[in-house]
């Protein structure tokens, strides 16, 4: 009987978990997961008439344990129990009646002592009633247990039958003729599914034999050397390469390995990897089909300041083709367009000129693009919101591709050439004096924010502000193909003669910008808290280079905007002392005398200044 009441703890036991198993399954991570949503509702049925089954299982126990287990236990620990220590309280009290007859049976003839002799009369007297008492309590115990014996199983095994009877009756009411159908749903689906099993075995088998009717020729690795079908718009290639691998002064060795390309960069996962390396940047580089003493389809990829880099070799025309064509459009950072398909088309003619084999390397020519168009400077061309095109221009016409992009204001912390100020004495320790910059003190204008440099690139014009959103997207998408992620930050200080970017720790001057050489600027249309601005500067070769510088601000961009329109502004009428006081008399002024810019406007919520406040300056 303990068994079977364990056995039926152990099936509830396993219906539980049974249930939580079946509710898992969806959890469960198949490398081909298709069509499981119905698999995985039924299964959620099954698990709901599991539970039910569960709390049918739990009855049973718990009245198998009240019913069957506890009499028997009953009957074994009290009637056995108690007949066992009677028969032994009986036997000690014949122990002691019989001591008390030997000394009774002892005593003498003489009546000289009387006293010990009634001592012992009476200690006969309470032994005989002891032992009466007990035999007639081990006596009836003996025949109540002729009774109890009788009934000590049936009770039992009549509890075990009324459990198992109600445990049946349940289950029947719970599968019932709604349950009979769904079961029967169940076994349909299972027969659709096998047959759908047998219609996708005998389309493998199909396609087995059209593999083994096949020429031959289909498996050669180079079958189609004639007209080979080449994709010249790839972004991405992947596939086996043999590497060159030099092994002495003349000697090498070459060794096959898988090779992918990811962003800009040309990975290599060994045989039994578990993850690829970088083996060569492609940003920048060239690459074209060489000739190998000993080896066909072989191309080099060489690195922009033009120093030759790795060989490798593709196992036909066709891969050889494709994998040049891939790193061409990769080089010039084509992944980084919005629609790199398309671009790859327009530069398809380009791609191919790389197929050619040739026997030895040209560094590769940079080719500068300055932008030859002198933007005016009148300030219609200087407002923060620019005046609606009819076209917006590609890509190409604004950057140069494969443009590098400096992500750091890596300058040492000294003086900064200043085109304009000649003769200035510098400091060689790296840092500035309080009064390198003496004219931020007369200026009309002093508006400080903090920001983090993001980066910066040359461009091609400044005549749109495209060009800064241009410069913002490549900036941001190469930072986050690089896994840039660390900024420097700074406080750009306007004035109405310069920008100047200090150092928020040693309050040193990291760049200078004369604002007259500021031609464009603009905060992103929905990230509000970028901005950028192009600088026109003169070059020592007589031409001017134009640079876009891209930040990241604590504040709206449009703040920045606003206090570069107004320093520009404010350059335009000091010829004029009263335009110049007509533009500051439209600057609202503070109660100490100061003006109030555009950050400095109360918040409409609270009246309260905004958080990003700037400085301000006095008039």
Known sequence: MQRVYGAQNEMCLATQQLSKQLLAYEKQNFALGKGDEEVISTLHYFSKVVDELNVLHTELAKQLADTMVLPIIQFREKDLTEVSTLKDLFGLASSEHDLSMAKYSRLPKKKENEKVKAEIVKEVAAARRKQHLSSLQYYCALNALQYRKRVAMMEPMLGFAHGQINFFKKGAEMFSQSMDGFLSSVADMVQSIQVELEVEAEKMRASQQELLSLDEAVYTPDFDVAAPQVNRNLIQKAGYLNLRNKTGLVSTTWERLYFFTQGGNLMCQPRGAVAGGLIQDLDNCSVMAVDCEDRRYCFQITTPNGKAGIILQAESRKENEEWICAINNISRQIYLTDNPEAVAIKLNQTALQAVTPIT????????????????????????????????????????????????????????????????????????????????????????????????????????????????????????????????????????????????????????????????????????????????????????????????????????????????????????????????????????????????????????????????????
């Open 360 to 619: 030895s390397f040209a560094k590769k020519q940079e080719s500068p693009c300055p932008s030859q168009n002198v933007k005016s400077s009148e300030m219609e061309n200087d407002k923060i919101v620019p005046k609606a095109t009819v076209t917006i221009p590609e890509a190409e016409q604004l950057i140069a591709p494969g443009t590098p992009i400096q992500f750091d204001i890596v300058l040492p912390a000294t003086e900064f050439l200043d085109q304009n100020r000649g003769g200035r004495r510098t400091n060689p320790f790296g840092e500035t004096e309080d009064a390198t910059f003496p004219e931020a003190e007369d200026s009309l204008l002093q508006q400080m924010f903090i920001v983090r440099f993001l980066g910066s690139m040359a461009v091609k014009t400044d005549n749109t502000t495209e060009v800064i959103y241009e410069a913002m997207r490549q900036v941001l998408a190469a930072r986050a193909i690089h896994n840039i992620f660390r900024m420097t930050e700074s406080h750009l200080m306007v004035t109405s003669q310069t920008l100047r970017l200090i150092d928020p720790q040693t309050q040193v001057t990291r760049a200078n910008f004369e604002l007259t050489s500021v031609t464009q600027f603009a905060a992103h249309q929905e990230n509000k808290r970028l901005v950028g601005f192009v600088v026109r500067l003169p070059e020592s070769t007589g031409g001017e280079s134009l640079s876009t510088y891209v930040f990241e601000s604590n504040s709206e961009g449009e703040k920045i905007c606003y206090a570069i329109n107004l320093g520009k502004e404010i350059i335009e009428v000091q010829k004029d002392p009263e335009a110049l006081a007509q533009l500051m008399l439209s600057v609202p002024l503070t109660n100490d005398g100061k003006y109030v810019l555009l950050n400095d406007q109360p918040d409409d919520n609270d009246g309260s200044p905004s958080e990003n406040r700037g400085a301000e300056s006095e008039a």
